[in-house]
């Protein structure tokens, strides 16, 4: 990838609308956004000092006891710390309304997002990237810190080296407490296996050394050493290293991965391992060994940072170039070498199985699945920010679409597709920013539709004549599909984990606190809201007078829309992750431990679940789908058709990892992998 194509699939430095004050800060861009909060690139109003990073929490968090004590002692422990690679803690307000805290502002990006937009590093960067971040870890230990959220998105890059940022889910050595509320998990591709086997409170440093491996090798290889959807992998402690070289970095990285944490090496240990191999220095080591089309990212942000900040551009903000300051020189290509990381894999060939796959297109990394079907069209998001539109029928790009739509933040979700015609199609994608965006098929005009104070969690859905989001601070929106009006229909006072469905009357949400909430749609009044034991984290389904809602403790409810009446419930063997489908008077489940179980609907209640299909022992149910007596299921890298009257099953598709439900559209199926590819399959 040339330095030119990196930059032009960077994140852009968006700049809010109005700036907005916040304490003595006047806050002037998103920088992220989480399960805690909004980031935001801030100057202090009065005297335009020292540019700062402001972490606000969403209001509904302000009013939690328990969030409250959370954020206090995650400010004590940054206070703690004193790291040349840790941004310092330069004010808090933990009683603000909302609470937030300001640290030293570190204009670099994320090492998910600069790896994703180039190539792995070469051996020289490992080296030093592994040094910076184990100073930092030093630091955090010798205060008594554990991190316990290492991660290429918490790891910031700059020319002059790494920072570790982001101690949301750190605690003290000292405390043997648990916070009781849920905090979704979404990194389990870097978490420890003492970590998946008994939580975060069994992570201790050992676990950060475990991490850290984790991350150097996503640095290295470009994949997590786990699938990142479930904690299975870090179980199984069989780490995915394909594409990492043999030498001494691979061997560092094999202890660190150790499944004993006992065996793993200490962080002083692993310093003077890497020190070893840092030469002058970890700042001015890292910048000569930097990619020049990574370089030239790092300071393409840096400056649309700067001049969002405004002044008189990075010198002035005291942002120099490590490379151009230190008189160091640009780093010519490097030949490859034993441990030189190669290019990322073009993505597996389809294999055809007993169906007919019509044709596979590579979108681009990290699709976002599933895919959205209308009029002819298929919709495809990715991680990278991306919006893309094919042609069902050979899934070529759409007319007008050769190049994608760039909305300048991530996407988490799937996006919808409305219209049946090229001149009324419009495809709606919510970004991690909390922008909601409406892009015209033929015009490819970007409308922002929503701007939410978090990142739009799971995809729109649309019903009648509206399109409804929910934020990730528990607000549900309503936009009209055709006018683009919109307003908050409703705030359930908690995180969102974005499972929604609507219909012309109910929107059905749920929040991080275990309540599942109907939302009338005339006026948004509150119809009812119930409790259930565990999290829902797929969207309910419903079906006539009844919604079906699933969970993590694996239950499955009949919900009455209008009144919110229990009417039956099963309880299955494993969590749920992902939306039932339902044909006929058969609705059809897949649990966390990959069996798909078939239960009916039309006797008086829910019957006793049937298990009809076991998933290969590492493949992960991602999505399911029905029609014509037949059950599709995204499974691992495969397909599969399950004939329900046989009970016979066979693959239709073999190809990179499959993520999200299947997408059934007149006689097709769609199916989204995380290799960045859509495939389409003609149903027999």
């Known amino acids: ?59 509904a968090l302000s009013d939690s006891p328990e969030f409250l004590a959370r954020f206090r002692e995650e400010i004590g422990l940054i206070r703690r710390v004193n790291s040349p690679f840790v941004p310092k803690l330069l004010d808090a307000n933990p009683d603000g309304a909302p609470a937030w805290m300001a640290t030293q502002l570190i204009p670099g990006l994320p090492l998910d997002v600069v790896i994703r937009n180039s190539v792995p590093m070469l051996d020289d960067a490992l080296w030093h990237l592994g040094a910076g971040m184990l100073e930092a870890l030093q630091a955090i230990h010798a205060a008594g810190v554990l991190h316990r959220d290492l991660r290429p998105r918490n790891v910031v890059l700059t020319s002059a080296g790494p920072w570790v940022v982001d101690f949301s889910l750190a605690r003290s050595v000292e405390i043997a407490h648990r916070f009781s509320s849920y905090r979704p998990r979404s990194a389990y591709g870097y978490m420890s296996p003492e970590e998946a086997n008994g939580g975060l409170m069994a992570a201790h440093e050992p676990a950060d050394v475990y991490t850290f491996g984790a991350t150097l090798v996503f640095a290295a290889t470009g994949r997590p050493v786990f699938d990142e959807s479930s904690a299975a992998g870090a179980l199984e402690a069989n780490p995915n290293l394909l594409g990492l ?47 020049d089309d990574v370089a030239e990212s790092l300071r393409h942000f840096r400056d649309g940072l700067a001049r969002v900040l405004g002044g008189g551009g990075p010198a002035e903000l005291g942002w120099g170039d490590a490379r151009s300051h230190r008189g160091l020189p640009a780093r010519a290509p490097a030949a490859t070498t034993a441990m030189a990381a190669p290019p990322a894999p073009a993505p597996p060939a389809p294999l055809l199985m007993d169906g007919c796959v019509r044709w596979t297109r590579k979108v681009g990394a990290w699709v976002c699945g599933p895919v959205a079907v209308s009029g002819g069209n298929i919709a495809v998001t990715s991680l990278d920010g ?21 909305v300048g933040a991530p996407l988490h979700a799937g996006p919808l597709l409305l219209g049946q015609s090229d001149a009324t199609t419009r495809v709606f994608a919510g970004a991690a920013d909390g922008w909601l965006h409406e892009i015209g098929l033929v015009s490819r005009w970007d409308r922002v539709v929503v701007q939410a104070g978090a990142g739009i969690e799971g995809p729109p859905v649309a019903a009648g004549e509206w399109v409804w989001a929910v934020s990730g601070d528990g607000r549900v929106y309503r936009v009209h599909a055709h006018a683009g009006e919109n307003r908050v229909l409703y705030d359930m006072d908690a995180a969102a984990t974005g499972a929604l469905c609507a219909t012309e009357d109910v929107v059905v949400s749920a929040d991080a606190d275990g309540w599942v909430h109907a939302i009338s749609v005339p006026d948004g009044e509150r119809k009812w809201r119930e409790p259930i034991d565990g999290i829902v984290l797929c969207a309910p389904l419903p079906a006539g007078k009844v919604v079906y809602i699933c969970a993590t403790d694996g ?47 039309d006797t008086g209640g829910l ?54 439900a299947p997408v059934i559209d007149a006689g097709d199926c769609y199916v989204a992998s995380l290799d960045g590819s859509v495939s389409c399959v003609r149903l027999l």
């Open 245 to 291: 070289g043999r030498g001494e970095l691979r061997e560092v990285l094999e202890r660190c991965l150790r499944p004993d944490s006992e065996k793993r090496p200490p962080v002083a240990e692993l310093q003077e391992t890497f020190a070893g191999h840092v030469g002058s220095g970890i700042r001015d080591g890292f910048a000569a060994a930097l990619r």
């Open 555 to 601: 239950v499955v409810r009949e919900f009455g829309l209008s009144d919110g009446r229990v009417r039956s419930q099963v309880a299955l063997e494993a969590a749920v992750h992902v939306t039932p489908a339902r044909a006929g008077s058969r609705l059809y489940v897949a649990s966390c431990d990959g069996v798909v179980h078939a239960l009916q609907t």
């Open 1 to 59: 990838m040339t330095a030119a194509e990196s930059l032009d699939r960077l994140p852009a430095v968006k700049a809010l609308p109005e700036p907005i004050d916040q304490g003595p800060y006047r806050l002037l861009a998103v920088l992220g956004s989480g399960s805690f909060g909004t980031v935001y690139a801030a100057r202090h109003f009065a005297d335009r000092g020292e540019p700062v990073a402001v972490k606000v929490a969403w209001p």
């Open 386 to 406: 991306v919006v893309a539109v094919l042609r069902a029928a050979d899934g070529s790009p759409a007319p007008g679409w050769r190049e994608p739509v760039q």
């Open 607 to 660: 019957s006793r679940p049937d298990p009809i299909w076991q998933a290969g022992q590492y493949e992960e149910i991602t999505g399911l789908a029905a029609s014509r007596g037949r059950v599709y299921v995204a499974a691992g890298h495969r397909l599969v058709e399950l004939d329900v009257a046989t009970g016979a099953d066979r693959d239709l598709l073999s190809v990179g990892g499959l993520i999200g």
